[in-house]
């Protein structure tokens, strides 16, 4: 499942055991308590399945309150479809680069990529755009002097 926030453009990737409502209900009430909830839920899977999750989500959420988006025009389809080959790709090449076949695991760190890789749209990385400051990758992008990174 590929969750953006159209916003911030971040990306929220998550592995599904089916395409059910109840499902990706779920799913989506994890990242929104991470992330916040949207106003609108804009979902390529139709007008029906979007009213199903909604459905199922308020079960989840009694109080949370979503209106359907508008079905995208083709253009915008395009680039949904463009962005989800890209994420794809890349997990394709990080299963590749790792010698393994565990995609569930590789969808974190393409994750992590993608939300640090600088955005046209923000101006900026997504990551960089929902929380104010560029992502940090442990001890190697501390600014502790290296006489003390030796000590780990």
């Not at 991470?34 to 899977?45: E, F, K, S, T, Y």
């Not at 199922?56 to 463009?82: A, C, D, F, I, N």
């Not at 890349?90 to 955005?119: A, Y």
Request: glycine fraction near 6%.
């Amino acid at each position: 499942m590929v969750y953006q926030d159209h916003l911030t453009k971040v990306v929220v990737l998550r592995p599904l055991t089916s395409k059910r409502a109840c499902e990706v209900a779920f799913q989506l009430v994890d990242i929104f308590t991470l992330l916040g909830a949207p106003v609108i839920l804009q979902l390529d899977n139709g007008y029906e399945f979007t009213a199903v999750v909604i459905r199922e989500l308020k079960k989840l959420w009694p109080e949370l309150r979503l209106v359907h988006g508008k079905p995208r025009h083709p253009q915008s389809q395009g680039s949904v479809e463009r962005a989800n080959r890209y994420i794809k790709d890349m997990l394709i090449s990080w299963m590749s680069d790792n010698t393994t076949t565990q995609w569930s695991v590789g969808l974190r760190f393409v994750q992590f990529m993608k939300n640090r890789s600088f955005n046209a749209a923000v101006k900026r990385s997504p990551y960089q755009a929902l929380l104010g400051v560029e992502p940090g990758v442990g001890l190697n992008s501390t600014s502790l002097p290296t006489e003390m990174l030796g000590a780990f």
